[in-house]
């Protein structure tokens, strides 16, 4: 694999992120589905923090680059939000709904990972090969292992979060809306899409609606899978 180049930019450690997250999860009351999501991700952070420190990845520096502009991109969502300024199309339905009796805690942290992978990795992405001064080909393996991490979490996260085996019958509209959506799927897509906005960068009227149009078909996914559920 290429490396990044070496250039002079200050990256800003996840320990900063972590702080971040931390102190919004003990901010928000524990069913709130922001902070449904929130635990969620701050294990994968923790995680990803651990890989660097084990010497997992390949490329430490450019690892801790994609990985706090990937966070940020939430922590600014959030911020956005307690502000009462709009946060990205892909994050509206999770703080719209944050409350709903109707809508399970499952169903927060999957629209939260669709909002997350589907829009904010393709744009953290094209960050951090700005911040770097590489290629998209030059992440691919940070991509992928940290997609791997999420995988992993997605099905602990199914595992903690589910309901028990005698509510998840076939006909169960929960059990319809976990198959309507796919992690694996979803992270195929936004390798493609960072590559597209990468290839439109010298564009950039072009690159701001393709990245617009993403924003709001993740929305839309996160809306579907935040449909309120009976009892």
Known sequence: MAHCEQVPTAVRTVDSVLTRMRALD???????????????????????DRHIEDGRFAD?????????RFAERFLDAADAADRDRRPPACWRPVFQFRRHPGVRPLQFALAGI?????HDLA???VDTCRTLGCEPV???????????LLVSLEERVRDELMPGPDRLQIADPLTHLLGSWSLDRAREATWTAARALWALRRLPDVAGEFTERLD???G???????TPLPD
Do not use: C, K, S
Not at 26 to 48: C, I, K, M, W
Not at 114 to 118: F, Q, T, V
Not at 138 to 148: K, N, T
Not at 220 to 226: I, T, Y
């Open 26 to 48: 003990a901010a928000l009351p524990h069913r709130d589905g922001v902070a449904v999501f929130n635990r969620v991700y701050l294990a994968v952070t923790e995680a990803v």
């Open 60 to 68: 430490p520096r450019a690892a801790i680059a994609l990985d706090v």
């Open 114 to 118: 669709n909002a997350h992978i589907g």
């Open 123 to 125: 744009l953290a992405v």
């Open 138 to 148: 030059d992440l691919e393996d940070e991509f992928d292992r940290v997609g791997d």
């Open 216 to 218: 709001a078909a993740v």
């Open 220 to 226: 839309f996914a996160g809306r579907m899978l935040l």
